[in-house]
């Protein structure tokens, strides 16, 4: 099946640092990429919608400028968290769409904020 | 509005019993139905899924899941549970055209007993 990689998998930061989290589809092109957060126990939430070569779609309540998105090749999405709070600490997970439309998860990036 | 339900939060079998997990969904176009295992601090991996056919649909590890569109249902069946089962289970629901965004369920949480 279609391999989605996730880069780094665990990152601690500083609060008020940004992070960066690449998502990158490693076999295949996707035009659409998906970033979701999870907090502990409990289940995914779909955060934005990522495009190659337009701007992302954000789902309601998530801060388009807090999180920032770059789809810009068909095989690499970024998320950035901007000025980290420990709030912001979670299990983030991208996943990737294929051409017969079916998604592939990356393995997730654990933030922990300090 | 669209949901998805997963009623059992935990579930405890012994291992080689059945299990069943249920998953129940709110959705007004025509589902692709997904399960999906995650063990802790990992991403996600497919199990099986339902796109259209056979409503019996036969995944990796022994699972199957029956899709029942009368109960709005898509129960994750496995006829004897190994200790290595033990994970978290989700349920995932998107429509059969758009923009093939995931609603998940709320997980079960499964433990195997020896």
């Known amino acids: 099946g279609a391999v989605v990689s996730q880069h780094p998998s665990r990152v601690i930061c500083k609060s008020g640092t940004s992070v960066k989290i690449e998502c990158r589809s490693l076999d295949f092109q996707a035009t659409t990429m998906f970033w979701y957060r999870q907090f502990p126990k409990q289940s995914l939430m779909l955060m934005a919608t990522s495009n190659e070569g337009s701007k992302a779609t954000y789902e309601q309540g998530v801060e388009k400028d807090k999180f920032l998105i770059n789809h810009a090749s068909l095989t690499l999405s970024t998320l950035t968290v901007t000025s980290a709070h420990p709030e912001d600490s979670s299990f983030y997970i991208c996943?990737?769409?294929?051409?017969?439309?079916?998604?592939?998860f990356g393995p997730g990036t654990r933030l922990t904020v300090l | 509005a669209q949901s998805v339900t997963q009623p059992d939060i935990h579930i405890t079998v012994s291992e080689g019993a059945s299990l069943e997990l249920r998953c129940n969904y709110s959705y007004g176009a025509t589902p692709y139905l997904f399960w999906y295992v995650q063990s802790p601090g990992q991403g996600l991996q497919l199990l099986l899924k339902?796109?259209?056919?056979?409503?019996l649909v036969q995944g990796i590890k022994g699972f199957e899941a029956e899709f029942k569109r009368s109960q709005s249902s898509f129960n994750l069946r496995k006829p004897s549970v190994h200790w290595s089962d033990a994970a978290e289970y989700f349920c995932a629901v998107t429509t059969t055209s758009g923009t093939y965004k995931y609603i998940f369920g709320t997980g079960t949480r499964l433990k195997v007993l020896a």
């Open positions: 996943s990737a769409v294929t051409s017969n439309n079916e998604q592939f």
């Open positions: 339902y796109f259209s056919g056979d409503t």
